[in-house]
């Protein structure tokens, strides 16, 4: 008998650090693979799923504004970069079976589709796996704010933020030993406080818009379809 879903359409947001080995830049082949099998077995509890992901572990464009580039370039640099992965994850899930679309917010047709909210919809509920890259397709923006706003526009249930952490800590816990975890936290907490695990806009809107997030490890088996059944795993933000 099949488990019962809490969320049945998510917004999966994934870092660019997903597709690389710890500690090194660029995409790590096996690493992709094993992402690709884990994403397969989150499809497979039924849920819609669509994938915000980011581009860090290639460009990151704040990176090369701080060095002199002009911030408009260098966010674009950062968009193109969610393609690349974009395309890496996409060619990994259907080589094992995972039917796949994927939706860009920068014109190129001859990779990807466009970004249109009611055919993303339509791929969604006919049981794709939706990978939606370029960022919002508008410099400034983080790929944090781009999944919330995916998010809401889509009518997802959830947004499930997937770090290498297994929550939202006090402090940093490599450096504070004394931070404290969080189980649950408030929107204007985290705002109040300046956590820094999504940026201020991200957080604002999806306040806005009473839309959770879940802060999750990724790198335990089995976490993503906990988070869609809706089990205690990581730290829940919302309206406390």
């Avoid at 597709?19 to 690493?31: A, H, K, R, V």
């Avoid at 094993?34 to 290639?58: D, E, H, K, Y």
């Avoid at 006090?170 to 999504?198: C, E, G, H, W």
Wanted: proline share 2%; aromatic share 4%; glycine share 10%.
């Amino acid at each position: 008998m099949a488990r019962k879903l809490r969320y049945k359409r998510v917004l999966l947001k994934l870092s660019g650090e997903s597709f690389g080995s710890e500690g090194s830049g660029g995409i790590d082949l096996p690493e992709i693979e094993r992402l690709a099998g884990r994403i397969q077995s989150a499809a497979g509890t039924g849920a819609q799923l669509a994938l915000v992901i980011g581009g860090g572990n290639i460009v990151r464009g704040a990176q090369f504004h701080l060095a002199g580039a002009e911030r408009a370039a260098a966010d674009y640099m950062g968009m193109l970069a969610t393609v690349i992965n974009g395309m890496a994850l996409q060619l990994s899930l259907e080589h094992i079976g995972v039917e796949t679309r994927l939706l860009s917010a920068i014109w190129m047709q001859e990779l990807a589709e466009p970004y249109i909210r009611r055919r993303c919809i339509r791929h969604l509920e006919k049981g794709r796996v939706v990978l939606l890259v370029g960022g919002t397709g508008n410099p400034h923006f983080t790929t944090d704010t781009t999944a919330a706003l995916r998010a809401t526009e889509i009518g997802a249930e959830v947004l499930l933020k997937a770090t290498k952490v297994d929550g939202i800590y006090s402090a940093d816990p490599m450096k504070d030993p004394t931070a404290r975890r969080y189980d649950r936290i408030s929107y204007l907490d985290m705002l109040n406080q300046q956590l820094k695990v999504m940026d201020l806009t991200a957080i604002s809107l999806c306040m806005d818009n009473k839309l959770p997030v879940v802060v999750f490890d990724m790198r335990k088996e089995g976490n993503i379809e906990k988070a869609i059944r809706g089990e205690r795993i990581g730290t829940l933000v919302g309206d406390i």
